[in-house]
């Protein structure tokens, strides 16, 4: 027999995660019935941020979680671990590689 503690254990971490991910589709189909309901009324909604701007700041974003991943699994070790932290690190360095050589914001294409 499983005690409640090792049970109440065990579900926390998914339960906590499915919340996270519960909210994040809420915000995101909230926004997007907001966005569909100003097209309808003839509202065309305007884009707060460039995508290059955003594409530095998710890119800078995953790097540091993953820097920081790989700094909290190293204490483990060299093992595969660290593969959870490098993976996004190098994503997100990819990303600021992207938006450094990229097309500037004002640039025209021929």
Do not use: C, H, N
């Amino acid at each position: 027999m499983i005690s409640p503690e090792a049970l109440v254990s065990l579900l926390f971490p998914p339960a906590i995660l499915a919340l996270i991910l519960i909210y994040a589709f809420a915000i995101r189909y909230l926004t997007f019935r907001e966005r569909m309901a100003m097209i309808e009324k003839g509202i065309f909604p305007v884009e707060t941020k460039a995508p290059r701007d955003l594409l530095l700041q998710r890119g800078i974003i995953t790097a540091m979680t993953g820097l920081a991943l790989t700094i909290g699994l190293g204490t483990l070790g060299l093992s595969p671990w660290l593969l959870f932290g490098l993976i996004p690190m190098f994503v997100g360095v990819a990303m600021l590689i992207s938006y450094y050589l990229g097309p500037a914001e004002g640039a025209e294409e021929d």
